[in-house]
């Protein structure tokens, strides 16, 4: 067995079908459009709670600055 980035990589009699199947669901444009808005929709949500954060803690900050006198 080869191991691979700390996982076991196993042969699989099937990789050929596989391969074949996932070139067609990338040839497939209305399959492909699906995984995009998804890809996207993810991406949005991810950025939108990094930013979130990222203001709450600077919010954060700024209120404890303005109250801290020493």
């Not at 076991?8 to 669901?25: F, H, M, W």
Request: aromatic share 4%; proline share 1%.
């Amino acid at each position: 067995m080869k191991t691979v980035m700390g996982g076991v990589l196993a042969r699989a009699p099937d990789l050929g079908r596989l391969t074949r199947a996932l070139i067609a669901l990338v040839k497939d444009e209305r399959g492909l459009t699906t995984v995009e808005y998804s890809a996207a929709g993810g991406v949005l949500s991810a950025m939108i709670f990094v930013a979130a954060s990222a203001l709450r803690d600077a919010q954060a900050e700024a209120v404890a600055s303005m109250f801290d006198h020493d």
